[in-house]
């Protein structure tokens, strides 16, 4: 079992819909970081983590560190936010990121 | 600023080459991390260094890669020799407080070996 798991793996939906990306963990985490990958392939990073939500324009993040659960939610989606969207955690102690495998969104207009 | 640099941006050779990948981080950060992207195995961090040195190579895949950093505005990742099963893309990223801050990303080189 991969110690990052996110869901679902594809995602596809209307223009306007709210949007949930879901990413558990099964180790210990000094933080947590969400990455959106572009269709050209560029990544960018979108929120580091380590407890609570954090709001950025229609993007949301929440971090339950009991539950080791995030969400990222997007309001209002729209076809530029189709992308792959990465859940990565920094595990305890071994100061190093491990990535989940992805969730590919696409959003139609 | 113009963001993190790597090049080349493509790479095509044949097996038993060497390979060198090149990134130039954002000036005054103090972290530099190496990152391979495949189909199969997702994003894997392959090393980290800080201030010019490395500090985990857990994840370097075998002898046969080698990364350096000989001074904060360049470092390079090898590949020597080259093999079918190293396509992948290679990020390179940096940032100035290491993995408790966002990471900014480089474009990525498209490695693919033949």
């Known amino acids: 079992k991969n110690e990052v798991e996110q869901s679902p793996q594809n995602l596809t939906a209307q223009e306007g819909e709210f949007i949930t990306i879901n990413c558990s963990y099964s180790?210990?985490?000094?933080?947590l970081h969400w990455l959106q990958q572009h269709p050209g392939g560029g990544i960018v990073s979108l929120f580091m983590l380590s407890s609570g939500k954090k709001k950025h324009g229609r993007l949301i993040a929440t971090i339950n560190i009991q539950e080791k659960h995030s969400s990222l939610h997007i309001t209002a989606s729209h076809p530029r936010d189709s992308a792959v969207y990465i859940c990565?955690?920094?595990?305890?102690?071994?100061?190093?990121?491990?990535f989940g495998q992805g969730t590919r969104l696409t959003i139609n207009p | 600023d113009a963001g993190v640099i790597q090049s080349p941006r493509h790479e095509v050779t044949e097996m038993g080459q060497e390979v060198t990948l090149r990134c130039k981080p954002i000036?005054?950060?103090?972290?530099l991390f190496w990152y391979r992207q495949t189909m199969m195995r997702g994003l894997e961090l392959l090393i980290y260094?800080?201030?010019?040195?490395?500090?985990?190579d857990s994840g370097m895949p075998e002898d046969r890669f080698s990364a350096k950093m000989p001074n904060a505005s360049f470092s390079t990742l090898k590949i020597q020799p080259s093999e079918p099963r190293d396509s992948a893309v290679y990020f390179c990223?940096?940032?100035?407080?290491?993995?408790?801050?966002?990471?900014?990303f480089g474009p990525g080189t498209r490695l693919t070996v033949t």
């Open positions: 260094f800080n201030n010019n040195v490395p500090i985990d």
């Open positions: 990565a955690v920094c595990v305890q102690g071994a100061q190093k990121l491990v």
């Open positions: 990223a940096s940032n100035p407080q290491g993995h408790f801050y966002e990471q900014y």
């Open positions: 000036s005054g950060h103090d972290y």
């Open positions: 180790v210990g985490i000094s933080a």
